[in-house]
């Protein structure tokens, strides 16, 4: 039954908590991870990909001389496993225009906010700093706008008063593993698509923040 899986390539940056989640969902899924790709060497995820016999690669930025050098070696690096679908997890560098193109519609992001709200970095205490009752996390296709891409689907955590931005991260991670794995499994599924700039899921569109887990 392999040749029926979607094969995904997760890129990383760090301690790879949501790869994990994709890690273990897959043994159940209709996906399989063919490659980890990290631009940090050292980064937590790619043990956890090797613990379980996933390949795994490093192409840090700072070995290319400028952003669109780094982000052609990362494009060959990702297409040299022919996968149907990149799947960022805690990536944290800024892909190039020609990147997001070449991978348009078969490339996720997962983002820890209520996108539009709060893009970039510092969510969890943006979010604490401007006093919101709700926080959560996004997933979205990415394209040339930074978290800027359709939303595919959120879910929500409660802020309370004494929440720091240590007690929402973790709060939200929790929300992440959930929801990751299954907007995934969307997409491995064939219902899930990006069209004329619009996330699509079973055909229909989806409205802007998309399919709301817990409303
Ligand atoms: C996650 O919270 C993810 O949403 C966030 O980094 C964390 C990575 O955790 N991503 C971004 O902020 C992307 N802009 P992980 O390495 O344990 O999965």
């Keep these: 039954m392999e040749s029926t899986h ?3 390539v997760v890129l990383i940056s760090g301690n790879g908590s949501n790869l994990q989640a994709l890690i273990d969902a897959s043994v159940h899924s209709n ?4 490659a980890v790709i990290s631009n940090k060497a ?13 390949p795994t690669a490093v192409v840090e930025h700072k070995d290319y001389e400028d952003r669109n050098e780094f982000d052609r070696a990362l494009m060959e690096s990702i297409d040299s496993y022919s996968p149907d679908l990149v ?11 020609e990147f997001v193109s070449h991978f348009r519609g078969r490339i996720l992001n997962i ?4 996108l539009p709200k709060f893009p970039g970095i510092n969510t969890h205490q943006r979010a604490l700093d401007a006093k919101e009752k709700e926080h959560g996390v996004s997933v979205h296709f990415v394209t040339e706008e930074l978290d800027g ?10 802020v309370s008063k004494d929440d720091t931005a240590g007690s ?14 299954k907007v995934v499994s969307w997409y491995a599924a064939g219902r ?3 069209e004329n700039n619009q996330a699509t899921l079973d055909g229909s569109a989806l409205p802007e923040g998309g399919v709301q887990v817990h409303p």
Excluded: T, W
């Design 6 to 8: 979607c094969k995904i």
């Design 31 to 34: 996906f399989k991870i063919a």
């Design 87 to 97: 799947v960022l997890a805690g990536f944290m560098r800024i892909l190039g225009a």
């Design 192 to 194: 899930l698509k990006l």
């Design 111 to 114: 983002h820890p906010s209520l």
């Design 42 to 54: 050292d980064a937590f995820g790619l043990q956890r990909a090797q613990r379980d016999d996933i």
């Design 149 to 158: 891409g359709p939303v595919i689907a959120q879910d929500r955590v409660k």
């Design 168 to 181: 929402l991260a973790e709060k939200v991670l929790e929300k992440e593993h959930l929801l990751y794995p």
